[in-house]
């Protein structure tokens, strides 16, 4: 009698809506999927320069609004983390198994993504209706710690 032996899971992927993502993280991402060997996909609608590695490649999409975010979502797999400040992909990706986790160190959640989609909507109604609501506060060095920190402990988690 011959048993069918299931497959080892797949090592999840490291996605990362390259796009916006700033220098300082793609940095710490390129050094943590050395360390982890893990698979480290950059994507965007533009050149991007990657170290050579064996677990970094970058991929070029089409010129076109959210090409990046529509391809990351059609490649990723449950278990997979994405980095990304698009808030529609992060709901996308948790809603796909994944975990979403912000340039800033915001860990998505099902709970804090539709609150994020709530004040994305409303933010966008304001500016539709004329007011300055200004951007984001510039990438700071907590930033920087926060994201290292949060990225650290999901790759002890899933790598």
């Excluded at 700033?22 to 893990?38: D, G, S, T, Y």
């Amino acid at each position: 009698m011959q048993h069918d032996t299931p497959k080892p899971a797949e090592r999840p992927r490291l996605w990362v809506d390259a796009d916006a993502c700033p220098v300082v993280v793609k940095e710490i991402l390129f050094r943590a999927a050395a360390r982890k060997q893990l698979e480290t996909v950059l994507v965007a609608n533009r050149l991007l320069q990657v170290p050579p590695s064996p677990f970094i490649r970058a991929v070029q999409v089409a010129a076109g609004f959210d090409a990046a975010d529509h391809y990351i979502a059609a490649q990723m797999h449950a278990g997979d983390l994405v980095v990304t400040a698009d808030v529609p992909l992060a709901a996308q990706v948790i809603e796909r198994g994944g975990l979403a986790l912000n340039p800033r160190g915001e860990l998505y959640s099902a709970a804090n993504v539709r609150e994020s989609l709530a004040l994305r909507d409303f933010m966008e109604a304001l500016r539709s209706a004329g007011v300055q609501t200004g951007g984001p506060a510039a990438f700071s060095q907590a930033d920087r710690q926060a994201f290292a920190n949060q990225l650290d402990r999901l790759l002890a988690r899933i790598a």
